[in-house]
């Protein structure tokens, strides 16, 4: 059965190891997203006004949240990763790779992209 919301997801998809990590961004996300809806969308924990903005994928490796629009984020701290056109992302293999202050930035940049 799949999880039905990002808790379930979290219990059933994401290692022990990396709950941590998520529980950062899902944090953030609240709180510099007030308005964006958390919701599994394509069997993954994904954040959404109008469109989705950014989503979390777990791995075996690392936790990945890609950024929709992140190609077009001005990305100061050089960690935006991807060859995409249109959507970047960060990885995190642990929880003090998380810097809060740059996840900030970027989910901020996300809200001015979705509000446009």
Not at 67 to 75: L, N, T
Not at 78 to 83: C, E, I, R, Y
């Amino acid at each position: 059965m799949k999880p039905t919301t990002v808790d379930a997801f979290v219990k059933a998809r994401v290692l022990p190891e990396f709950r941590p990590i998520v529980a950062i961004i899902r944090d953030l996300m609240k709180e510099y997203s007030p308005d964006i809806r958390e919701t599994i969308s394509y069997g993954i924990p994904s954040y959404r006004a109008a469109r989705i903005i950014a989503v979390i994928s777990p791995t075996k490796k690392d936790i990945t949240l890609a950024f929709s629009r992140g190609a077009k984020f001005e990305d100061k701290y050089g960690l935006l990763k991807g060859t995409g056109k249109v959507s970047k992302h960060v990885k995190f293999k642990s929880a003090t790779e998380v810097n809060k202050t740059v996840l900030r930035y970027y989910i901020k940049q996300a809200q001015a992209l979705e509000a446009k």
